[in-house]
């Protein structure tokens, strides 16, 4: 097989696999502009008159609030991440602490537990205390949440910066706050992009804690996508608008943010 025909053969494979993984998403773009009877028929249509009754609803539904109550809670929680996690990843790659190794894999155990497992204890401080039902108490345990892979993430990035530009502002007398924010913040800025990217993406798709931590005030925007589905059926239609208008905001977030981020992601990949 001669160079060509294998990469031909690689792109099809590609586009294939593309085509594959895209298509629920077009599928579900589609859904919310078919009338109810239509997105519910057991023979499915490509071909329709479309309609906008689906996104009338969810909104009728008070959707704008929970989208609402999502971006509070996932860009609340990307700071609070953010922030806590860029000084850890620095003392924990350039001002290396004790038994970094033992720190670090503290870090990621937190993550290896189910939240089934914390979820009541969690329940009860925060009952004991008053914040059930609250966006922003939401937002910290979001935080926390995505804490360990934050650190990790910002580590490998810190660790990107060459040392002597480290030394050589040491030399002229930079202390910790200067060598931080004004030396070495702006080498991994695409880094802090990337690690900020993934904790909105993280936050804004969290069901779980979002189902039992809430009730009306606090909602956000996935156990709101799950009440369409009831006793009475699945509401396809209404759903699939639903579940569109939820996807934007990543999607326009990971466009914009799309150079910052494949450069962020591949900081660390080579040595």
């Known amino acids: 097989m001669n160079a060509q025909l294998k990469n031909v053969l690689i792109n099809v ?56 109550n999502s971006l509070t809670a996932s860009v609340t929680a ?16 350039i001002r290396r602490v004790k038994s970094v190794e033992g720190a670090l894999s503290f870090f990621i155990s937190t993550r290896f537990m189910p939240l089934a497992a914390v979820v009541l204890p969690l329940f009860m401080i925060l009952k004991t205390f008053g914040m059930l039902d609250n966006i922003y108490m939401l937002a910290i345990v979001y935080g926390a949440m995505n804490l360990p892979v934050t650190v990790w993430m910002m580590r490998s ?22 060598e931080l924010v004004r030396i070495v ?8 992009a990337a690690a900020a990217l993934i904790c909105f993406i993280f936050a804004w798709n969290e069901y779980f804690l979002a189902l039992l931590l809430t009730s009306s005030a606090a ?53």
């Open 219 to 271: 909602r956000t925007t996935p156990p709101f996508l799950g009440s369409f589905v009831d006793g009475r059926g699945q509401f396809l239609a209404v759903l699939s608008a639903a579940a569109t208008i939820a996807a934007l905001p990543v999607i326009i977030a990971g466009w914009v943010a799309q150079k910052q981020l494949v450069r962020g992601l591949s900081m660390g990949a080579i040595k």
């Open 185 to 192: 913040l702006p080498l991994v800025l695409p880094g802090v």
């Open 78 to 93: 990307t700071i609070i991440s953010v922030v806590i996690a860029i000084p850890a990843a620095y003392a924990l790659s």
């Open 13 to 68: 494979l590609t586009w294939a696999l593309v085509l594959i993984f895209f298509f629920p998403v077009f599928w579900m773009f589609i859904n919310g502009f078919k009338p109810e009877s239509v997105a519910s028929s057991i023979n499915p249509k490509v071909f329709f008159t479309p309609v906008t009754d689906g996104y009338q609803l969810a909104m009728d539904r008070g959707m704008a609030g929970y989208l609402q």
């Open 157 to 178: 990035f810190f660790l990107e910066v060459p040392f002597e530009i480290i030394e050589a502002a040491r030399v002229d007398g930079a202390g910790l706050y200067r």
